[in-house]
DNA sequence: TCAAAAGTGTTTGGGTTACACCCATGG
DNA sequence: CCATGGGTGTAACCCAAACACTTTTGA
């Protein structure tokens, strides 16, 4: 078995963790509590470990675990960058990108293992921000741009809702994302037609005003029946 | 330094190579010359070399080198995949998947390193041959997917051309990719448009019939000429 | 009865599709 | 002069943005 004996880079997962905070698209960033680019900002992250994690998804869940003490529910693998000397801890670096979303109401992050203090950074500002440790700030522009796309193409962000969600919540969660204003009546044509979102009959919102009916996200088979 | 402690993943590259034959999309094939799964028709891959490689583009080339006898000037990474007991030849195998696109007529593939043949197999008929080693099968739907998307969104196939090719050409390829007839009016707009091919001015290729004008791929120095 | 938010309808314009047509060339 | 492929024009249609409007509720 002669493959066994090539060393193998050393294998990191890294988080894009995004939510929104007062209308804005945020991203998640630790502060490094040792080298290499100690006491700087970057994306939470971690080692993998074959000997704890049976998988990739496995291996996010434990690192969001240990360094922020959630798991990540809504979660997409962005890619995989790697080279040599890209972390001085080892000679290859190879690391596999993932962004998550999350609802910042339901899920609370706390600083865990490896890491001093947890701050929420403007999308945009994070991207541009070339102090960032290792090349985060270029990882978070994709993140960001990816995001983006979802949207046009309305792949709603569930992860940023509620199971339950009133299609106002839904258009606010969409231009915070993108950075606009949407047409409320566009928008819902949009959701009509492709069927993406599911009313929960008799179930609303209330609160000051009117309130509003729930929806939640439609299933592969609420489509497929629908079609038919 | 602890982390250097932690055993690595057996990581490897895998290579959807694509091109068109007889006006279809058609993928590479490789016959498996040793365990696991011997005998057996898989992508084209190889196993990441630290002190070989200075990065995965580089990893790309030398495995292209090694085993089709070609670098790869188009390629693009899709995914990376990863779990224990995905390659028995390891605990735990991760294979970050390629896609690459070549103009037959001018690169010539040759079965080298652990290969026994090379076989083009269409698209369609390989993304659902469930015979195939690991989870190549749908390693290639992914490919193919995204392939076509891309074409979709005219990001156009320039991988497949040689540097400099008619309308026509172009044309066909799409055509090949998709499956389906395009409109030549509409597809020449769409290029107006989006700038994203620009004449040659004098060169033509001549044929049996009326000549026609050479373009190239369009440099982001020409688009953002043209818009100001 | 007013403010705020939910929800509906209609018009308009841009972009794409589909189709028809003309042009240029070698045999 | 015909077959073949390059190249152009146009009408129809679809989609989506923009905007106006009604409805429902709590205060």
Known sequence: MPSKQYPMPFTRLELAVMSIVDGQLVVLQGK????????RW????????IDLDKDLDAAVQRVATERLGTPLPFFRQLSAV???NRDPRAEWGLSIVY????????????AGKRIETLRWVAADEAAADEQLAFDHASLIRTAVEVTRDEI???DLPFGFLPDKFTLGELQATCEAILGRPLDKSSFRRKLEDRQVVLPLVGEVRTGPFRPAQLFQQATMEDVACNSI
């Open 32 to 39: 490094r509590i040792e080298a290499p680019h100690k006491g």
């Open 42 to 49: 970057a994306l939470p992250g971690g080692v993998l470990r």
């Open 82 to 84: 790697g080279s040599r």
């Open 99 to 110: 962004r998550a979303l999350i609802p910042l109401d339901d899920i609370e992050v706390s």
């Open 152 to 154: 046009e193409r309305m």
